[in-house]
């Protein structure tokens, strides 16, 4: 079946830092890739997203590429901010379909000043 | 645009008693709605898909009777919690996605802020 694992966290980094949070899928065919934050008392919301291999997702600074050769979808940002701390979701799903979303557990990310 | 609420945000609740949790689509028409439940430290777990004016689809695993699930309207969907437990106790998230427009883009799902439910 289909299933994201993510690196297990939490993240604690200063402000300015270069930040890498993996991820990697297991699917049959070719899904499309998400990486979804959720902030402090909010629902999550759609960072980025890649559809095929070699997309680039990139959203406030932060990128993803889909790597279909690793089965990989990392997250990086080259500098952050104490506004990005939040948790952070790697998901996959089908474009076919329901298009239900499969989500991995989460990584906790917090910058200190 | 496109914000989703959920109400309430907390309950606690005795054991054996029912409770509802509500999922609203503020600023656009929800075909579609799902319902997921998150653990402390693990990632969110699809509970069902509900389609409006439709019997919800559950996945495996998952008790019908026990999470009943209405979308009566297409901005309102239910779950409701019948003879809740302690082992019930969660963190309960719903989405809502628009109609899909193509079969070959992704339809975005929007999230509510979830809901922490605890059966003493």
């Known amino acids: 079946g289909n299933s994201v694992t993510q690196m297990e966290g939490p993240v604690t980094l200063s402000e300015e830092a270069f930040l890498t949070i993996n991820c990697t899928y297991t699917a049959t065919g070719y899904p499309s890739l998400f990486w979804y934050v959720q902030y402090p008392g909010e629902g999550l919301q759609l960072l980025l997203k890649a559809t095929k291999a070699d997309d680039k997702g990139s959203n406030k600074g932060f990128e993803a590429t889909y790597r279909k050769e690793t089965t990989s979808f990392h997250l990086e940002k080259g500098s952050v901010q104490v506004s990005d701390s939040a948790v952070y979701f790697c998901?996959?799903?089908?474009?076919?379909?329901?298009?239900?979303?499969?989500f991995g557990q989460g990584t906790r990310l917090t910058i200190n000043p | 645009g496109a914000v989703v609420s959920q109400h309430p945000s907390w309950v606690i609740c005795k054991s054996g008693t029912s409770v509802k949790i509500e999922c609203r689509s503020l600023d656009f028409q929800a075909t579609t709605m799902f319902w997921y439940r998150q653990f402390p430290k693990q990632s969110l777990m699809l509970m069902a898909t509900s389609n409006e004016g439709s019997k919800a689809t559950y996945e495996q695993g998952v008790e019908k009777d026990k999470f009943l699930i209405n979308h009566a309207s297409l901005t309102l969907s239910t779950l409701t919690v019948t003879s809740a437990h302690p082992e019930d106790s969660s963190f309960y998230i719903c989405?809502?996605?628009?109609?899909?427009?193509?079969?070959?883009?992704?339809?975005?799902?929007?999230f509510g802020p979830g809901t922490r439910l605890t059966v003493l």
């Open positions: 989405s809502a996605r628009q109609l899909k427009t193509s079969g070959s883009s992704y339809n975005e799902q929007f």
């Open positions: 998901a996959l799903t089908r474009i076919q379909g329901a298009q239900k979303l499969v």
